[in-house]
Structure formats: structure tokens, C-alpha cells
């Protein structure tokens, strides 16, 4: 059985460009590009996270990253969630849903009245659709400069 996250866990604001939170990118993308088309992924490289407005929380255990979520500025009330992931030895233990949590407080305290998301409509995102449900996402249409592509679903939430 696997432990629940508890205080052993950090989660911080990271630089994208730290060697370890750079390979958990990478694993992030190897994941997508596995599971979709190229055309249908949106995620952010290293470069773009040091290049863009987007704030990249990991969580730390031990000194090793075992997962991550980003928030990016749309416009003054309106945020993005980018770049979730957790590593399969940390899933079930309730990262996911602090990592989430944390975003949505951060959100709250940058102002922001609305959280969007992009994620992937095929079962390899199943769970992280679960994880938004439960968070009080709901579908809705493409938002920002997203289009309609039957490889993505969109989610948004009322804060």
C-alpha cells in the first residue's frame, strides 16, 4: 500500500532550468507525446517555462521531484493549469489533489475569478479528468487560443 502525502512532502515554486525539475518536464512530455498526436499537445517545454508568465509549483520528497502543476496568466481574472503531472510511484497518495488545491489557492490570492485547463480526451488522461471533476471542474468549449480537437477536453472553474 502506498503512503499518503503528508508532511515528508514540500511543495514549492521551482526554476524550470534545476536539472531535476527539468527531467520531470521532459517525463511530462515524454507522457504526452506517447498518448497523442503531436498537433494535440500543449504542453510547455523547459524554455517555456523560463521564458513565459507561468508559475511551476514541484513537490519534493527527499530531494527527488515526484510531480508538478503550473499556473499561467490568461489576463488579470482568468488563469490556466498547465503541466500537471505526478510520477506513477507517487499516484494515489494525494498528491495530485494538493498539488491542485495549492494552484486553486493561488489562484484565489492573484485575483483570479476562473481557472481554465486543456487535457487529453483519451483514457491515458482518464484520471486527471477524474481529479478536475472532483476539484469542481466542468467541460466547456476551447478557451484562449485552444481549438476544437477531438484529442482535448476543456475544463473550467468558478473560484
Known amino acids: 500500500m502506498r503512503h499518503r502525502v503528508a ?4 511543495i514549492r515554486i521551482a ?3 534545476d536539472a531535476a525539475v527539468a527531467a520531470l518536464i521532459k517525463t511530462h512530455i515524454a507522457y504526452g507525446e506517447a498518448h497523442y ?5 500543449h504542453h510547455l517545454d523547459v524554455d517555456s517555462y523560463a ?18 502543476i503550473g499556473l499561467k496568466a490568461l489576463d488579470h481574472a482568468n488563469g490556466e493549469l498547465k503541466s500537471m503531472h ?3 510511484s507517487a499516484r494515489g497518495t494525494g498528491l495530485a489533489n494538493r498539488l491542485v488545491e495549492d494552484v486553486k489557492a493561488a489562484a484565489r ?7 481554465w485547463l486543456e487535457t487529453g480526451s483519451r483514457d491515458a488522461s482518464a484520471a486527471a479528468r477524474v481529479l478536475y471533476e472532483r476539484h ?7 478557451f484562449a487560443d485552444y481549438r476544437l480537437d477531438p484529442e482535448s477536453v476543456f475544463m473550467t472553474l468558478t473560484l
Do not use: D, H
Not at 37 to 41: K, T, V
Not at 51 to 68: Q, S
Open 136 to 142: 469542481g471542474f466542468a467541460y466547456c468549449a476551447p
Open 86 to 88: 505526478v510520477l506513477p
Open 109 to 115: 490570492t492573484r485575483g483570479f475569478k476562473a481557472l
Open 37 to 41: 498526436p503531436a498537433e494535440s499537445n
Open 51 to 68: 521564458t513565459e508568465p507561468v508559475t511551476l509549483w514541484v513537490a519534493f520528497e527527499g530531494g527527488a521531484c515526484i510531480g508538478m
Open 7 to 10: 508532511q515528508q512532502v514540500e
Open 15 to 17: 526554476n524550470p532550468r
